[in-house]
């Protein structure tokens, strides 16, 4: 029984350092370079919104509006810190953690969710979905801010591709599940199409993927206008 248990504590960082990778192989599709911008189209019933995403090394990002409604409008995200940048205003208006849950595309949704950078990996085990020969992840929340607690996340082993993902709440309830599209290649690297994200109550949202283009984004890009910070 000793032997067992000494066998089964030796395995556990093995299956952790198999998590991360798993996590990192995964997260370059929505972050193939350390710097970067992409165009993203949100599709909901009756209405669609472009936006274009920048994001940094460190995680940062910031959302411009591109379609009619939206242009001229910006969200910014630093390190857990959201900001709503509005035409015709000087100063940012900080968005709460409550206002982030709002809606199947909350900002950290959109711009990014880094699995390996707001995630810890606690179990990893071979799981099928739909028929196809997957590894599910249990993933636990690192810092306070992250709304979602606990994230299962079904990953294929062909070629470490993310099927599904759902993200629970402290209590154990679902609070949105997504989907992910197949990749598709541009520059040489390997980048997610699209996502689809649903919440518990049945809303969802479609976000499309498209104008990758690596680096060229400008570092004052990540400033807060009128303020110090």
């Known amino acids: 029984m000793r032997r067992f248990s000494l066998l089964f504590l030796a395995t556990l960082p093995l299956l952790a350092q198999s998590g991360e990778e798993i996590l990192a192989r995964v997260d370059k599709l929505r ?23 920048s994001a940094r090394e460190n995680g940062d990002a910031r959302l411009d ?58 179990a990893v085990a071979e799981e099928p979905l739909e028929g196809q020969a997957c590894w599910r992840l249990e993933l636990a929340a690192k810092r306070p801010a992250l709304s979602a607690r606990q994230v299962v996340l079904w990953v294929a082993k062909e070629g470490s591709l993310p099927q599904k993902a759902e993200f629970r709440l402290a ?6 599940t997504a989907r992910f599209g197949p990749p598709v290649q541009v520059h040489g690297q390997p980048v997610l199409s699209w996502l689809e994200i649903e919440e518990a109550g049945g809303a969802a949202v479609r976000l499309t993927f498209g104008n990758w283009v690596r680096g060229g984004v400008a570092p004052g890009a990540f400033d807060l206008p009128g303020t110090d910070r």
Do not use: I, N
Request: charged fraction near 30%.
């Open 171 to 176: 209590s154990g309830r679902l609070a949105r």
């Open 65 to 122: 509006g591109l379609s009619e409604k939206e242009k001229g409008r910006a969200v910014l995200l630093r390190g857990d810190e959201m900001w709503l940048l509005l035409p015709g205003t000087k100063r940012p208006v900080k968005v709460t953690p409550q206002q982030r849950m709002m809606g199947p595309a909350a900002g950290g949704d959109v711009a990014r969710t880094r699995f390996r950078e707001d995630y810890s990996v606690q």
């Open 31 to 53: 972050h193939p370079w350390p710097v970067f911008s992409v165009e993203l189209t949100m599709k909901v019933p009756k209405a669609a919104q472009r936006w274009k995403v």
